[in-house]
Structure formats: C-alpha cells, structure tokens
C-alpha cells in the first residue's frame, strides 16, 4: 500500500440557525461565526470543499483531515462537532431543510483558554464515512456544551482561516496510490427470465456500481458516467449475436412487442463502457418465448351450413403465456371434406 495525500480546499461557506433553516448567510472568511448555544445546537458553519481530482478518484479511501480555527468558551465540556453535509443548492447556498449529517462525525474537545487556536480531527476508522463526505462535498461546524448545562456565554466560535490569517487546507484526504476499484454492471433480469410473452415490450434498467471483487475498499467517487452499452441476444444454440447499442449516459433499453420467435430459447447480455474506458458485462441470461395459439370464434358448426349464405367467423391470436397479440397478414385454409386440395382466402393485417 502506497498511500498519498491531495488537499481540498473551501470553494465556498455558509452560516445557518437550526430555527431558520431557509435562511443562509455566506460566510466571510475573516468573520468568527458562533456555533454554540445553551444546551443546544442552535448555530451552524458550513463550507463546501473543492472535488478528489477525477484521476484519483478511484483510488481507495484511507482517511481524512478536517483542519479550522476555533475559541472555545471557558465551559469545560464544550465540544467541536464536525460532520458532513449535502441537502443544500451550492449555487446559492440555500437548504432545502436543516443541514443533514451523514456519518462523518466526529467531536473534538475544546482547550478552554478563550483565545483562537487551530484544531484539526483526522479520521480513519470507517473508510465509508469519508467517501459519503466527499459525495456530499460540504463539511458542517457545531458545538454542544453539556446536556445538563448552560454553555458559557462566550460559547465557541470557529471562523475559516487559521489563527494566523494564512491560507489553509481545510480537508486533507489520504488515499492508497496504487490500488484503484473499477465499475461494474448492476442488473435484476426480473424483464426476461424464465417464459415470458412477446406481446408486450420489454424494458430493462441497469446500474453501475463499485466491483469490489479484486480491490476492496472505498473509493472517492463511486458514481460513474456510462460512456455506452450494448444490448445483445440470440437463439439458443446459434453463434451470431444481434446487438442493439445504447449510447451515451442512458441505463436502460426498451425491446419492442414481437422481437422475438414464438416459442423459441433465446440468451442475452449487457456490456457496459464507463466513462474511464472500463467494460463490464452481465452474466449470460436465458429466457424461453411462449408458444403462440389461434382460437377461431364463430366459427361454422357441425351439421349443415348453406353455401348461398355469407358464413362469417373470427379467431383470436394470442400468447400462450397470455395476452392476445395483433395479428400480421392471416389465410384462411378451407377446403371439401375429404378434398386434397385446400383453398385459400386472405385476412388484411390486423383483422
């Protein structure tokens, strides 16, 4: 394991109260914000922080550093809780409601001298954590005193510049340098598995996700971009695949009603291609298409039929497995009882 390091800095800060949620107030760094309020939680400091760079993104988490500036009140048990965010418009730093805290959380005792000092938590001990904190891109400042007890009144402020004015990295992410975790296929062939109909169309849906199976971990992004896909099948037995491609970001595919052969086996896969250039596919999947029936309605009846009349009768097409099809081009077969030769009448498509 080789591990490295990348920076993310602050693109961005906000001030919130957890009573006015709507309201956000864009932070100046130069500015101490007070994140205290007696036996609560009442005030909050957030800042949005730069994206992992997109070549390192893969690269598997091993932990992270949040560094701010803080002055603690004189109360003993005051603590800095800093934690991830992300239900928020980063555009105009607007919530939607309160700031939601995902699992990035972490307390950092207060030094109760009253005077700003620098303080930094470092966090490895669920990989995740930190992944679910860069997904949201937003870190959130507050602090809680005792449950028992009022904060002091100085109660503790945090503002987003070190003690010493200078410019700093507010999120150090640590990161293995050589392994790297790739996408894969996420599919439920719940659409074609097992009989199915051919009278209605098809529609399958897939996602990409983390494959996990020769690099375990946590990687910076997880989300990838689908480049293309491609939808394959073929008869059971034959050697040439039919393809259909799916291009761009677009996960799923709809197949037409009638695509496939009446009562014959077919296989099938999907291969994806991400954004990075990696292929994944499916496994191969089987499904049978159900055999399909004519039931003639009206039909003549035993016994004697005048030939001078019109003799009018119908029939239904339909699937064994259910659902009545609409019907191509139909021949009408009839012929002399005990006749060789059959007659033929055409039906227009549809009728």
Known sequence: MANA?????????????????????????????????PGGDEFY????????????????????????????????????????????????????NKPATNNFYVGISSTQS???????????????YIQELLRGGAVRINSRGSAYSDVDA????????????????????????????KSKVSYS??????????????TLTW???????????????????QASAVFKYRKAGESTWITRNVSGSTKSIT????????????????????????????????FTVAATSVTPSNAPTSGYANPRNQISFGWVYQSTAGGTIASGATTLHWRVSGAETWNDVQAAAGI
Do not use: M
């Open 255 to 286: 197949i037409p009603a009638g695509t496939f052969q009446s009562g014959a086996s077919y296989e099938y896969q999907i291969t994806v291609t991400d954004e990075d250039g990696t292929v994944s596919s499916t496994p191969v999947y089987t």
């Open 45 to 96: 400091l957030f800042f949005l922080i730069s994206k992992i760079p997109s070549n390192l993104r893969h690269n598997v988490l091993i932990g992270a550093a949040v560094k701010i500036c803080a002055r603690f009140g004189t109360y003993q048990n005051n603590t800095l809780i800093v934690s991830g965010c992300g239900t928020y418009d980063p555009n105009t730093l607007t919530y939607n």
């Open 189 to 202: 062939n719940s659409q074609l598995t097992g009989t199915i109909s051919n009278t209605v169309a098809k």
């Open 114 to 128: 009253g005077n700003l000092q620098d303080v930094t938590y470092s966090y490895t001990a669920r990989p995740e």
């Open 207 to 225: 996602d990409l996700v983390e494959d996990t199976s020769a690099v375990s971990g946590y990687c910076a992004d997880p989300t990838w971009n």
């Open 5 to 37: 390091t990348v920076n993310l800095t602050l693109t961005n800060g906000g001030y919130v109260k957890n009573s006015d949620p709507y309201t956000v107030f864009k932070t100046n760094t130069n500015t101490e914000y007070r994140v205290s309020s």
């Open 154 to 181: 100085s109660g503790t402020k945090v503002k987003t510049v070190l003690a010493n004015g200078s410019s700093i990295p507010y999120v150090t992410i640590t990161y293995d340098n050589a392994a790297k975790i």
